[in-house]
């Protein structure tokens, strides 16, 4: 190896010491960014952005099966199962309305 190979692996060495360094700067500049957009009695440092970060959703994915399952079923007979010669469904009696019909979810 020669004295520049080393000088650039020294170099590279002092990168990833001042990465750190650099994160941290940009985690401040950031969080004095959003201090000014968010109330500052709100702001509580670096925690705001864990918070922004892992904020749960308010509606579960159980949740969300449930009200597709109910949005596929609400819809009318289909026109060909009408033009069925046997049939004497005329309607859907299942079909509901938000304002008439809760889910109870």
């Known amino acids: ?4 190979e080393i000088g650039k692996i020294s170099d590279l060495g002092h990168v990833k010491e001042a990465l750190p ?4 700067s940009l985690i401040q500049m ?3 960014n959003i201090e000014s957009v968010i109330a500052p009695s709100l702001f509580f440092g670096k925690q705001i952005i864990h918070v922004l ?3 749960p959703s308010q509606k579960s994915f ?4 449930k009200l597709g399952k109910a949005k596929k079923q609400n819809r009318p ?3 060909w199962f009408r033009l069925k010669s046997d049939t004497k469904i005329r309607w859907n ?5 938000w304002r008439h019909t809760k889910l109870n979810i």
């Open 1 to 4: 190896m020669t004295a520049k």
């Open 21 to 24: 360094l650099e994160l941290e």
């Open 30 to 32: 950031v969080c004095e």
């Open 53 to 55: 970060a892992h904020n």
């Open 62 to 65: 159980i949740t969300k099966v």
């Open 77 to 79: 007979l289909p026109h």
């Open 93 to 97: 009696a299942k079909r509901r309305n």
